[in-house]
């Protein structure tokens, strides 16, 4: 009975060293990494598309809104009146011309007050700044899942966790990341963005 315990005394921490609990901890390392990965890709595939809807949808109001004031005020500037020969006729077209001016400033001024930024531009940057940091994030899960396959290999195949690997587990190496040749084609290329 001493002999057993003192061989369990010696067996534990020698079976722990050699990889019982850390081989299958880091295939699962291994496998929440990559899971990590398609999270961040599915993040991208929901995010982007919203964000560039919302972009175009605000830029094309405040481009309808600017786009009425300029109309506006080109047929107000056009319509001129002499006062020597004013006419009700040309009187009426003028007031009709400036009339639709002030409507479109008046909504431009609803619009302004509002949305006192009225700024396309800043949606543009703040879309600039969520694609960057949505492609930061996919690169760091990369690394992440790169890092804990290249751990994981390790116990598998260094001694002595790859000796207890070979009696209990037989797990294989993992391959590493790698992209496909039509993936490596397209990473050389700027991803397309469409407004």
């Not at 175009?56 to 006062?83: C, F, M, N, W």
């Not at 909504?107 to 949305?115: A, F, G, N, P």
Request: aromatic share 8%.
């Amino acid at each position: 009975m001493k002999k057993l315990i003192l061989v369990a005394l010696f067996a534990v921490p020698f079976l722990t060293g050699c990889g019982i609990q850390s081989l299958p901890q880091g295939k699962n390392g291994t496998e929440a990494a990559l899971a990590e990965v398609n999270n961040q890709y599915k993040r991208r595939a929901d995010l982007i598309p919203n964000l560039v809807n919302v972009v175009k949808g605000y830029a094309k109001h405040e481009q309808e809104t600017l786009t009425a004031v300029t109309e506006a005020r080109a047929k107000a500037t056009s319509t001129q009146i002499d006062p020597s020969k004013v006419s009700p006729e040309q009187l009426a077209k003028f007031q009709q011309a400036q009339s639709g001016l002030s409507q479109a400033l008046g909504r431009l001024m609803v619009v302004t007050e509002k949305y006192p930024d009225l700024k396309a531009d800043q949606n543009f940057r703040d879309l600039q700044a969520q694609l960057e940091g949505t492609e930061n994030r996919i690169a760091i899960a990369r690394q992440r899942y790169i890092e804990s396959i290249q751990q994981f290999n390790n116990l598998v195949t260094v001694p002595p966790t790859s000796w207890t690997n070979s009696l209990m587990y037989h797990f294989e190496k993992m391959p590493q990341w790698d992209m496909t040749p039509d993936e490596k084609a397209q990473a050389e290329k700027a991803p397309d963005v469409k407004f």
